[in-house]
């Protein structure tokens, strides 16, 4: 790993913001702090000492799924304590034996982790690749398979910063009947009617299941599963990770909910960042550093390992918080930068941002 410059280690933030999805900067956010200091004063509990299905069922929880389910226009939200714990839960107990899952291959850790730990056969697709999926289902149902097919991708991928073909993975789950599972990370709060994500125009069909993190954009920690009845009901019944853990912290859920709630009352706020998105775009263009994705996620491919830590270094010594990524996180040979846009910065420090990209890589564009 030292060869090869893999090693991993922790670092402080430190500098301007480029490397946290804290897209909508409600994690510091005065109205969320408040919100949570307002529910300590009126009694709401740190820990839900215990739990959903003993004494750790709260009302703070019970709130914020009923205002969820109604925010995200579905039947019915279920509130998990992080978004790798759902995407895992969900895919070691809907999919069953002499089902098939369908996964993308960039989709993300937690999802490929479910998939290999859960009862189902599975199949890597192509990314974003609408005939891979259909060709995967056909060969499958060519070798006898007669269960219930399962796709599962990211509306928006966290390390290409690209999207998904959501009208097509929509027509072909119709067309299978199959169920479509779709991790909306990096995209609630950011797209979508009021930030309710790329899937809001689909919500409430019954083959379809959506994970809304609430650790990035929302500010907070969690995860919503918003889903049909009959699925959230197996889910609570079935699903080892939500039965024997302790439940979130109900504080947890009070920001939660005041999230979804700035989300509608403050619409400027995707508004600013949807802008602050096209400026940066813009000015990468303008210096020769365009990007292969259009969203708030800008991947600068380096390739090398070594190279791509080293301008990570270079770019954090003159002020900026931006991480290098490499393998396993990313295929070999594709290390970068991740340079994610947030509102914790404005236009004048992503100009600067670009500025020394461009100086630090000089020698990368003719």
């Given at each position: 790993?030292?060869?090869?410059?893999?090693?991993?280690?922790?670092?402080?933030?430190?500098?301007?913001?480029?490397?946290?999805?804290?897209?909508?900067a409600?994690?510091?956010?005065?109205?969320?702090?408040?919100?949570?200091?307002?529910?300590?004063?009126?009694?709401?509990?740190?820990?839900a000492?215990?739990?959903?299905?003993?004494?750790?069922?709260?009302?703070?929880?019970?709130?914020?799924?009923?205002?969820?389910?109604?925010?995200?226009?579905?039947?019915?939200?279920?509130?998990?304590?992080?978004?790798?714990?759902?995407?895992?839960?969900?895919?070691?107990t809907?999919?069953?034996?002499?089902?098939?899952?369908?996964?993308?291959?960039?989709?993300?850790a937690?999802?490929?982790?479910?998939?290999?730990?859960?009862?189902?056969?599975?199949q890597?697709?192509?990314?974003?690749?609408?005939?891979s999926?259909?060709?995967?289902?056909?060969?499958?149902?060519?070798?006898?398979?007669?269960?219930?097919?399962?796709?599962?991708?990211?509306?928006?991928?966290?390390?290409?910063?690209?999207?998904?073909?959501?009208?097509?993975l929509?027509?072909?789950?119709?067309?299978?009947?199959?169920?479509?599972?779709?991790?909306?990370?990096?995209a609630?709060?950011?797209?979508?009617?009021?930030?309710?994500?790329?899937?809001?125009?689909?919500e409430?069909?019954?083959?379809l299941?959506?994970?809304?993190?609430?650790g990035?954009?929302?500010?907070?920690?969690?995860?919503?599963?918003t889903?049909?009845?009959?699925?959230?009901?197996?889910?609570?019944?079935?699903?080892?990770?939500?039965?024997?853990?302790?439940?979130?912290?109900?504080?947890?859920?009070v920001?939660?909910?005041?999230?979804?709630?700035?989300?509608?009352?403050?619409?400027?706020?995707?508004?600013?960042?949807?802008?602050?998105?096209?400026?940066?775009?813009?000015?990468?263009?303008?210096?020769?550093?365009?990007?292969?994705?259009?969203?708030?996620?800008?991947?600068?491919?380096?390739?090398d390992?070594?190279?791509?830590?080293?301008?990570?270094?270079?770019?954090?010594?003159?002020?900026?918080?931006?991480?290098?990524?490499?393998?396993?996180?990313v295929?070999?040979?594709?290390?970068?930068?991740?340079?994610?846009?947030?509102?914790?910065?404005?236009?004048?420090?992503?100009?600067?941002?670009?500025?020394?990209?461009?100086?630090?890589?000089?020698?990368?564009?003719?």
């Amino acid at each position: 790993m030292h060869e090869d410059d893999r090693l991993r280690g922790l670092k402080p933030r430190k500098g301007t913001d480029f490397a946290s999805s804290d897209y909508l900067a409600l994690a510091s956010a005065p109205r969320m702090k408040k919100a949570l200091f307002t529910a300590l004063e009126v009694g709401t509990p740190i820990g839900a000492g215990g739990s959903r299905l003993l004494r750790g069922n709260c009302e703070e929880h019970e709130a914020l799924e009923a205002d969820a389910a109604r925010f995200f226009r579905a039947e019915t939200a279920l509130f998990f304590g992080g978004g790798y714990i759902a995407n895992f839960a969900v895919l070691t107990t809907l999919p069953q034996q002499g089902d098939l899952l369908v996964l993308d291959a960039l989709a993300h850790a937690s999802l490929h982790e479910g998939a290999r730990a859960g009862r189902a056969e599975f199949q890597i697709s192509g990314h974003n690749d609408v005939q891979s999926i259909e060709d995967t289902i056909g060969d499958w149902r060519a070798r006898g398979g007669r269960g219930r097919v399962w796709i599962v991708v990211e509306s928006l991928y966290s390390m290409d910063g690209d999207f998904a073909p959501l009208k097509d993975l929509v027509a072909i789950a119709e067309r299978q009947e199959a169920f479509l599972i779709v991790d909306e990370a990096h995209a609630t709060g950011v797209y979508g009617e009021q930030g309710r994500g790329l899937t809001a125009p689909y919500e409430g069909r019954e083959n379809l299941l959506v994970i809304h993190t609430c650790g990035k954009a929302l500010g907070a920690a969690g995860a919503l599963i918003t889903a049909s009845g009959v699925l959230r009901d197996f889910m609570v019944n079935r699903c080892r990770p939500f039965i024997f853990a302790t439940a979130p912290s109900p504080l947890m859920a009070v920001a939660v909910r005041e999230a979804t709630l700035i989300l509608q009352e403050k619409p400027d706020r995707q508004r600013r960042l949807i802008d602050l998105i096209d400026f940066a775009h813009r000015q990468c263009a303008l210096c020769g550093r365009a990007s292969s994705s259009n969203s708030q996620i800008v991947p600068y491919v380096v390739g090398d390992n070594a190279r791509a830590m080293r301008l990570a270094s270079a770019l954090q010594a003159r002020g900026f918080d931006i991480r290098g990524i490499r393998p396993p996180t990313v295929p070999v040979a594709t290390a970068r930068l991740r340079i994610s846009l947030t509102l914790n910065v404005g236009q004048d420090d992503v100009s600067d941002m670009i500025d020394a990209l461009v100086e630090e890589t000089w020698g990368d564009v003719q």
